[in-house]
């Protein structure tokens, strides 16, 4: 837990100073980077070759399109391929593809960079300097304290598993602890995101649910295929596909809502 911890602290600061950068070119770099450690990754996860070379060019076109399309076009475009990548995930996984499981996994990753590009220039935020960082932070703080809380409270007092084929750790108490935390944090936080409480509320609902989807979407994947982790670069969570997994999922619809309520349609 103490590992966990210690890179939670570390990783924190660089992706809130990376927001606040005065251009978007230091959050664009980071998403670059964290698709070329994703993509190694899903070559190890489906034992394909070329999967870290397919990731930085997926997000590159990933990029083009939220500086180029519509808001609403672009959030369109990353829900679809959120949806399509996690069910061509499953399938793939069931039914022992690993090129279609490789290109699955790059569709679901390159979604959720596209929303958080996406939330980075939110109408009314974006074109203001110093401002456009704080909406995208509503994709993080709600998982983060959700993430935390289940930790904890499953830890401390889980003694009844969620899925104990697939993730034995993981108890109903954990989850609710979760659920909790993420709704009471996306509340909290509501008026940094310049939305009503009920909104930073709902927006915490979202990823109370979506982020142990998520979850438990890659950890089938891992154990169909026998690992544990899909990596070691971060320690005390695995690999970054450990790490993002609730991310990957809830990105796109959070990113949604907050376009949604900030009137960007």
């Not at 809130?16 to 959050?27: D, H, M, R």
């Amino acid at each position: 837990m103490r590992a966990r911890l210690i890179t939670a602290f570390i990783a924190m600061p660089l992706v809130i100073l990376a927001l606040n950068a005065p251009t978007v070119i230091p959050l664009a770099l980071m998403c670059l980077m964290a698709s070329l450690l994703a993509g190694r990754e899903l070559a190890k996860l489906f034992r394909t070759e070329g999967a870290s070379v397919m990731a930085p060019v997926g997000i590159a076109i990933v990029a083009a399109l939220a500086f180029w399309m519509p808001q609403a076009s672009a959030l369109a475009v990353a829900c679809a391929a959120a949806a399509v990548g996690g069910g061509a995930l499953i399938y793939a996984v069931a039914n022992r593809k690993p090129w279609l499981g490789t290109w699955a996994g790059i569709l679901w990753i390159g979604a959720a960079f596209l929303a958080t590009l996406v939330a980075h220039r939110i109408p009314g935020q974006g074109d203001v300097l110093g401002w456009s960082w704080r909406p995208v932070l509503a994709l993080f703080f709600p998982l983060w304290a959700g993430d935390s809380a289940a930790l904890f409270f499953g830890k401390r007092y889980g003694k009844r598993p969620v899925w104990p084929e697939l993730s034995p750790n993981k108890t109903w108490e954990g989850f609710f602890a979760q659920f909790i935390a993420s709704v009471v944090v996306g509340a909290a936080f509501a008026p940094l995101w310049t939305l009503s409480y009920w909104q930073g509320a709902l927006i915490g609902l979202v990823a109370g649910l979506l982020g142990p989807t998520g979850d438990f979407l890659q950890s089938y994947a891992k154990r169909s295929v026998g690992l544990k982790d899909t990596g070691d670069l971060l320690p005390g969570h695995g690999g970054l596909l450990d790490r993002l997994d609730s991310f990957f999922l809830t990105a796109p619809v959070v990113a949604l809502l907050l376009v949604l309520f900030r009137g960007g349609f």
